[in-house]
């Protein structure tokens, strides 16, 4: 019986999972996302041209695989057009072999609205969020009141819809939002909730299915199927640095009720790593530089949110962290990508333990959000040479070889892979 395998961020986002799905993508024959919307910002290059894709798979260049967008993905009608769009201009055809959950949820344009309104509302203590509406979204969700991608089909929806969206605006009212100030991507409310209705057409154009069905055949045919996770474990609504997290469930576990896939079902568990760690937005990351060695990791990393534009900040890889999403997730293979950022350092650290109030610890605190965290140090020297040309993993740097032994040691998982630049052939697995 075939097994369910899992592709998931080990730090706070943006560990080129998107990358590693493509280059592992041959050997499957379904991507399926699991969780999060278009706050996903999911980045592929190849041929010398960069493609980012923020609700649809990351498998969709591979034509002849099938790319599920799973009942635990929200989707925003207007964003998933223009990506759509984009996909078609670089000669991709995603309506023959994309297909949508009927119970994924639509992100309306009030959502988008709510998620400035809650944003401005918390003042000094917003979160970062990057106002694709993501929160307000799962709240409906969850509060049961939301809409899916299978209500578009039916006759009462523009009645719900509108239902939906007066709730929306008495709540901005009561959190003293100016709507008349508001806009997205230039267009008032009103304007936008036309272009969004029209959208609506694009996404009656794919294949609409009961994924949960549909996940579960296909794995009783014997296919292979990979999950594509977005975020990461630290950014996970209930182990990551609440309240400075999304609104889903970006471990493992997630897998499970945003496909519909029993846990008996999940296999191989690919967790995704930087070789040193980067955050978008506020909240707590113990080892971030705020000197020059961490605008040179930000500027030779490219180091800019696909989805937001803003510079991500940077420090020394978080081990503490790690080996506790990879206790969370149950990683069996640990990936390695962007070690060719620290090609010119002569020195690299890892963090391997923390000290709080004076005790050492390698676990992460309940007050992580609020107690002054001390990053203890171990220094490496640096392998100082281009990565440029390497083509198998045991014919990397000696110094870099170290580094990674190093990690493996304190994670307890092994590295059986490392990603030595953004290009899909630069992906060189241990053998």
């Known amino acids: ?36 919307g278009p706050n996903a910002g999911h980045t592929l290059e190849f041929n ?7 609700i649809i798979p990351s498998g969709i260049f591979h034509t002849d695989k099938i790319n599920v967008i799973g009942n635990g993905v929200i989707i925003e009608a207007c964003i998933f057009k223009q990506e759509i769009e984009a996909l078609r201009q670089k000669g991709a055809c995603p309506e023959a072999n994309l297909y949508i959950s009927k119970k994924a949820h639509l992100i309306l344009p009030t959502h988008r609205m709510l998620d400035a309104a809650n944003e401005q509302a918390k003042g000094n203590q917003k979160i970062g969020s990057t106002l694709k509406g993501i929160g307000p979204t799962y709240t ?21 819809f509108e239902l939906l969206k007066f709730q929306h605006l008495q709540t901005a009212h009561t959190l003293n939002f100016n709507l008349n100030d508001f ?8 304007e936008y909730e036309a272009k969004w209705m029209e959208s609506l057409d694009t996404l009656k154009q794919f294949k609409l299915i009961n994924s949960e069905y549909f996940i579960n055949r296909m794995l009783d045919e014997g296919k292979k199927v990979l999950a594509e996770g977005a975020q990461a474990a630290m950014l996970d609504v209930d182990f990551g640095t609440y309240p400075f997290v999304t609104s889903s469930s970006c471990v493992a576990a997630g897998v499970c009720s945003g496909l519909g896939v029993a846990p008996s079902r999940v296999g191989r568990i690919y967790g995704i790593a930087k070789a040193y760690c980067t955050r978008v937005g506020a909240g707590p990351f113990p080892t971030e530089l705020f000197d020059e060695t961490g605008r040179t990791l930000c500027e030779n990393g490219h180091e800019y949110g696909s989805t937001t534009g803003r510079p991500r900040r940077c420090g020394w890889i978080d081990l503490p962290a ?72 045991d014919k990397l740097p000696t110094k870099m070889l170290d580094y990674l032994h190093a990690i493996e040691q304190q994670v307890g998982v092994p590295i059986t892979a490392v990603s030595t630049s953004p290009d899909r052939k630069d992906v060189l697995f241990k053998l």
């Open 322 to 393: 790690l080996r506790y999403a990879c206790m969370l997730d149950g990683v069996t293979d640990l990936v390695v990508t962007k070690p060719d950022v620290m090609n010119d350092f002569d020195e690299i650290k890892m963090c391997t333990a923390y000290e709080i109030e004076g005790k050492q610890t390698d676990e992460l605190p309940f007050e992580y959000n609020t107690v002054e965290i001390h990053p203890q140090l171990k220094s490496f020297p640096g392998w100082k040479q281009s990565l440029v040309g390497i083509n198998s993993f």
């Open 183 to 190: 806009r997205i991507d230039g267009l008032t409310l009103d």
């Open 1 to 36: 019986m075939s097994k369910v395998d899992v592709l998931l961020g080990l730090q706070w986002g943006d560990e080129g999972k998107g990358k590693i799905v493509d280059v592992l993508t041959p050997h499957y024959d379904v991507i399926a996302r699991f969780q999060g």
């Open 48 to 54: 010398g041209i960069k493609h980012v894709l923020h």
């Open 140 to 160: 409906d969700k969850i509060a049961r009141s939301g809409l899916r991608v299978g209500d578009i089909l039916a006759p009462d929806f523009r009645e719900r």
